[in-house]
């Protein structure tokens, strides 16, 4: 067996056992009774059916949790939004009779099942003094405890993302082809500065499968590069963000994968996976024009 079977072989080995310890977490997040009590509180403020995902034939073919993620939540906006105009309008128009507790006629139909249940749902909202985040829905989601998935000293946003699965009806065996994710969460990650994050699991082993990459880093370093990546969005040198590096390529790949969409949908989309989107949604053209300019070393190509 050559290297880089022998390699290959090694780095499997430890990317079954990384994968043994996250599918115990990914259960939890599916079978805990507490997390499975926060969520049902969840889908009866949000009006949210058990299988979501499936109901409404969502499509996602990427193997990114974010992806679902943003998918299943554009999704539940859309009807959500779709139905705000004559929920406004039962919820001005229709007054629900305590005595019989039968709503009024709205011209000659009654409310749907789904209105009349947001119409209950208006009602408690004004009465409930806690305000348990009942017009934010990522408020909602961010908030779920996942404090009993390990290991604990994770990036948990993933935990949280598999908790939003959940909520959305994402079948677990969905979420577990979203290998890579699991695996970049799970292994030691490290910054611009060299700073190593590890957790309570880490292994001797787990240090190794990222080493090159570690090596890498280190090697940029040496050269000066570590410190001096160039902002795209500006013409001054100096230190990037790269959350704002992040935010263009995503823009960009999205206008790649999908030229119908619209720059009000990618501005949407960006805002939901935590980045600022604090600009004008024609400024999405322009950090697109300058992500093409800059994987084209200057050069603007069609």
């Not at 997040?29 to 058990?50: A, H, L, Q, R, W």
């Not at 934010?136 to 598999?162: F, G, S, T």
């Not at 100096?238 to 960009?252: I, P, Q, V």
């Amino acid at each position: 067996m050559d290297d880089t079977k022998e390699n290959e072989a090694y780095r499997a080995k430890i990317e079954k056992s990384a994968m043994k310890t996250i599918k115990s977490s990914v259960n939890v997040v599916y079978d805990n009774s507490d997390i499975n009590e926060e969520i049902k509180k969840g889908k009866k403020i949000f009006c949210m059916p058990d299988i979501f995902f499936v109901t409404q034939k969502i499509k996602c073919h990427s193997n990114n949790i974010n992806e679902l993620f943003v998918t299943s939540i554009l999704k539940w906006r859309e009807i959500f939004l779709k139905n705000k105009k004559s929920l406004n309008q039962i919820v001005r128009n229709i007054t629900i009779e305590k005595s019989t507790s039968e709503p009024k006629k709205l011209g000659e139909k009654y409310p749907s099942s789904w209105e009349y249940v947001m119409i209950k749902k208006e009602k408690v909202k004004k009465e409930n003094k806690k305000n348990y985040a009942h017009g934010n829905l990522e408020l909602y989601l961010r908030n779920i405890n996942v404090d009993v998935c390990k290991p604990r000293h994770i990036d948990q946003r993933i935990w949280r993302m598999i908790a939003a699965a959940k909520f959305f009806g994402v079948p677990k065996n969905r979420i577990l082809k979203c290998k890579q994710n699991l695996l970049d969460a799970y292994f030691p990650t490290f910054d611009e500065a060299l700073r190593i994050q590890i957790h309570e699991d880490t292994t001797i082993d787990d240090m190794k499968y990222v080493w090159k990459k570690i090596q890498r880093k280190q090697l940029a370093h040496k050269w000066g590069y570590g410190e001096k990546n160039i902002n795209i969005n500006s013409k001054k040198k100096g230190k990037s963000e790269y959350l704002t590096y992040e935010r263009d390529k995503m823009a960009f790949e999205l206008k790649r994968d999908n030229p119908k969409i619209t720059r009000k949908e990618i501005k949407s989309r960006l805002g939901i996976s935590g980045f600022n989107i604090d600009f004008d949604v024609s400024y999405i053209t322009v950090i697109i024009r300058k992500y093409k300019k800059y994987i084209n070393n200057g050069k603007l190509r069609k």
